[in-house]
C-alpha cells in the first residue's frame, strides 16, 4: 500500500497500475493480481486505509475534546484536514478514481453516508432536538473536501482550512437549532 501511495504521489493515479505497482514493489504481478484482482480494487483499497485512519484521528480527538460545541467543531474540522493532508495530493486523485466506475462510486457514497452519520452523532446533542438535516451534513462534507484539497494544494493554509471548516460546523448546528425553533 505504501508503494501505491508513493507511485501516486510522485506519478499520479493514471500511472498506478497493476503491472507498475508491481515492478515499483519488487514483486511479481501474480502477488500484486492475487491481492487486488484489479485496478479498482486496488482504489478500493486505497481509500478504505484513508477511511480507517480518518475515522481513528477522529475518534482519538473527539474523545479528548472537551464536550461543547466550539471544541467538537474545532476537532471534528481539525481531524478530516489533518488526515487528508497526511495523505497530501494523493487522495483527491483517488477520490476522483472512485468516480471511474459504479462500483467505487457507490462505495465512495457509502463512505460517505458513513462519515455523515458519525458527523449527526457527535454534533446532534449540541442541536435542539438534536436535529440536523441531512442536507446541511452533506453541506458540511463537501466543504471538508473542498476546504481540505485546497489546503493539500497549497491553495489556503491547513489553519485557514480548520478555520473556516470549524466555524461552518458551529453554524450549521446553530442554524439547526433556529430551524426547530422556527417550526415549532
Not at 467505487?104 to 457509502?110: A, F, G, P
Not at 451534513?137 to 493539500?152: K, N
Request: net charge negative.
Amino acid at each position: 500500500m505504501s508503494t501505491a501511495w508513493q507511485l501516486i504521489g510522485e506519478e499520479g493515479t493514471e500511472a498506478l497500475t497493476l503491472t507498475r505497482l508491481a515492478e515499483c514493489a519488487g514483486v511479481t504481478k501474480p502477488v500484486v493480481y492475487d491481492h487486488f484482482g484489479t485496478r479498482a480494487g486496488l482504489f478500493s483499497e486505497l481509500y478504505k486505509e484513508f477511511d480507517r485512519r480518518q475515522t481513528a484521528l477522529m475518534d482519538a480527538a473527539i474523545a479528548h475534546s472537551e464536550p461543547t460545541l466550539p471544541a467538537i467543531a474545532t476537532v471534528t474540522a481539525s481531524s478530516y484536514i489533518d488526515c487528508v493532508l497526511h495523505q497530501g495530493q494523493e487522495i483527491p486523485g483517488v477520490i476522483a478514481a472512485l468516480k471511474g466506475t459504479p462500483e467505487l462510486d457507490e462505495m465512495k457514497r457509502n463512505y460517505s453516508k458513513t462519515y455523515i452519520q458519525k458527523c449527526r452523532n457527535i454534533l446532534a446533542p449540541y442541536a435542539k432536538g438534536g436535529v440536523i438535516s441531512d442536507a446541511s451534513l452533506w453541506a458540511l462534507l463537501g466543504a471538508a473536501e473542498g476546504l481540505s484539497y485546497s489546503a493539500a494544494s497549497g491553495e489556503i493554509t491547513a489553519e485557514q482550512a480548520k478555520f473556516e471548516l470549524s466555524e461552518l460546523i458551529v453554524a450549521i448546528v446553530e442554524r439547526s437549532i433556529h430551524q426547530v425553533t422556527a417550526i415549532l
